[in-house]
């Protein structure tokens, strides 16, 4: 069984940045994409940004260009690093591992 374990999210300003990290147990991490989804109160799970097992990223419209994902799979971690960081973006973000295993979710919220 994977556990996926996030953690970084918080409360920041608007404009300011975050990294969010997604820790697996087990070594099948690196076979598979990894995938970092949010919802907002009120709103469907969207999935913002994928990153596949050799390194190709795609992202929501949504964060394009201001949101990067990676992956350490030597580390069986990955990554979210946003920056310019607005109102809208608070939700609650959950890695996944091909769809298969799921975080717990980090809260992040964006406000003055």
């Known amino acids: 069984q994977v556990q996926l374990v996030e953690s970084g999210g918080g409360l920041v300003q608007p404009g300011g940045s975050l990294r969010l990290s997604c820790a697996a147990s087990?070594?099948?991490?690196?076979?598979?994409?990894m995938g970092w989804y949010r919802q907002a109160p009120g709103k469907q799970r969207e999935l913002i940004a994928r990153?596949?097992?050799?390194?190709?990223?795609t992202y929501a419209d949504s964060v394009n260009g201001r949101f990067t994902i990676s992956r350490d799979n030597a580390r069986n971690t990955g990554y979210l690093q946003m920056t310019n960081l607005k109102p809208e973006d608070t939700a609650v973000y959950s890695c996944?591992?091909?769809?298969?295993?799921w975080g717990q979710g980090t809260q992040v919220t964006v406000s003055s």
């Open positions: 996944t591992l091909a769809n298969m295993y």
């Open positions: 990153i596949g097992s050799g390194g190709t990223t």
């Open positions: 087990g070594s099948i991490f690196k076979m598979y994409f």
